[in-house]
Nanobody
Framework: QKRLVESGGGSVQTGESLRLSCTAT??????????MAWFRQAPGKEREWVAS????????YYGGAVAGRFMLSRDNALKTSYLQMNRLLPGDTASYYC?????????????????????WGQGTQVTVSS
């Protein structure tokens, strides 16, 4: 059982904020080695990597489209990652998915480069109106 659950999506106006949550309810979350990521996909567009975080170091990595506007954090005790999305734009409209994988401690720096993940959530919709 490797299930992740997203929440927090909704409809907002341009410039507003949302915070998404991803909880590893049925995933073997490790406070040391879990790499958690967020992706998004809009209809007719390719899946896009948004951000990643390594649980053991709290190191974060961001895609160019969201850097400076989004902030990723985690709570190891709650097995949860939070994607704070600020200054939202219509181009941010998409279904947002969280993902998780295990990366060994020696390879921890690869968390920001990993795109293939072991578990995925069902997705939460974010709609930004102009």
């Amino acid at each position: 059982q490797k299930r992740l659950v997203e929440s927090g999506g909704g409809s907002v106006q341009t410039g507003e904020s949302l915070r998404l949550s991803c909880t590893a309810t049925e995933y073997r979350y490790s406070a040391t080695t879990t790499c958690m990521a967020w992706f998004r996909q809009a209809p007719g567009k390719e899946r896009e990597w948004v951000a990643s975080i390594y649980a053991g170091t709290d190191s974060t990595y961001y895609g160019g489209a969201v850097a400076g506007r989004f902030m990723l954090s985690r709570d190891n005790a709650l097995k949860t990652s939070y994607l704070q999305m600020n200054r939202l734009l219509p181009g941010d409209t998409a279904s947002y998915y969280c993902a998780a994988a295990q990366i060994s401690w020696p390879d921890r720096s690869s968390c920001g480069r990993r795109r293939d993940f072991d578990a995925w959530g069902q997705g939460t919709q974010v709609t930004v109106s102009s």
